[in-house]
């Protein structure tokens, strides 16, 4: 029952997103209300703030940050941590089809064209970095407060980040390519 109950709030939240993706690229994001997205995904005001507390959160939010550090952690023990987080971007995105790499990479675009949705994920990047360093310290055996453990999933998070600008500048490039080949470039080493 509970794995009905998990599906159908996913359901419901993919919905939501969906549509107001689909709004977004026709009205524009300053031009869509909250009141709209509501009425194309035909839910309920209090469903919708269940879901999204903001109109922002609608696209910032996705479920793929526990998952990566699932991912992660599931990572076999003699795998350096920044391979071990590569594989684990890998393992996840690898299962994405060609429509959820398209809304995602439609989300990043509208995420790094809107200033407010910027300043937004740029609150949000604190929690993934967060989890993200705890993650790194637990595999390692290291204190959060390790340089070396820092230096690592600042590394990671700002390759993510250089990625998403990229598939702003060239909508065409296939981000999770882009992404393996950034982190495959930091576990060699730079020669520059």
């Known amino acids: 029952m509970a794995d009905l109950r998990e599906r159908k709030k996913a359901k419901t939240r993919a919905a939501i997103q969906s549509e107001a993706l689909r709004l977004f690229r026709e009205k524009g994001y300053g031009a869509t209300t909250v009141e709209e997205i509501i009425e194309a995904a035909e839910v309920s005001e209090s469903t919708f ?19 990566i550090v699932e991912a992660f952690m599931a990572q076999p023990p003699g795998r350096d941590c920044l ?30 064209s809107e200033p407010e949705l910027r300043s937004s994920l740029l609150d949000g990047l604190v929690g993934t970095l967060q989890m993200l360093l705890e993650a790194v310290a637990k595999r390692s055996g290291r204190p959060t407060s390790d340089m070396d453990v820092r230096a ?17 500048d060239n909508p065409s490039v296939n981000w999770l390519e882009s992404l393996d080949q950034v982190l495959a470039q930091l576990e060699a080493g730079f020669t520059i």
């Not at 703030?49 to 998952?67: E, G, I, Q, S």
């Open 49 to 67: 703030y269940r879901y999204f507390p903001t109109k922002a959160d609608v696209v910032l939010t996705d479920d793929y940050d526990p998952l």
């Open 83 to 112: 391979s071990a987080m590569r594989e684990a971007f890998r393992s996840i995105f690898s299962t994405m089809s060609e429509d959820e790499i398209a809304e995602s990479q439609e989300r990043f675009g509208l995420i790094l």
């Open 152 to 168: 690592l999933t600042g590394a990671v998070a700002g390759a993510a980040m250089v990625v998403m600008l990229d598939m702003v």
